[in-house]
């Protein structure tokens, strides 16, 4: 498998967010260091997961509204990374719901590098 370092770097900075093992200012070192589009993807999957009927929501999301709010070069990363034709594809063709975490990074990193 190709790209193996790139996708185990995006899932444990996936996975931090999720689970709250990374801190605020990691997480968002890491998103600040990452390429835009995997971060979009990578706060999009995990918003699109945790919606408000999921049971761990409160704390998923709330890790997220604290790395956006508190770190402008998130946002901007973030903002950067939508407007990625690469995501454009991505949401016409297939729905965040539909991958769990493992199978998400794998396509993604593997459409990013490839």
Avoid: C
């Avoid at 967010?17 to 979009?40: H, K, Q, V």
């Avoid at 709330?62 to 901007?76: A, H, K, N, P, Q």
């Avoid at 990374?81 to 493992?102: H, L």
């Amino acid at each position: 498998m190709a790209f193996v370092q790139e996708q185990q770097d995006a899932l444990y900075l996936l996975q931090g967010i999720e689970n709250g093992t990374l801190g605020t200012s990691t997480a968002a070192r890491r998103i600040e260091e990452a390429d835009p589009a995997l971060a979009y993807f990578i706060v999009t999957w995990l918003r699109e997961r945790y919606g408000r009927d999921h049971p761990a929501a409160e704390g998923v999301v709330g890790r997220l509204v604290e790395l956006t709010s508190g770190y402008s070069s998130v946002r901007d990363q973030l903002r950067e990374g939508k407007s990625d034709s690469i995501v454009t594809w991505f949401e016409e063709e297939y729905s965040y719901r539909d991958f769990d975490a493992q199978r998400f990074v794998e396509l993604i990193v593997e459409k990013l590098e490839g």
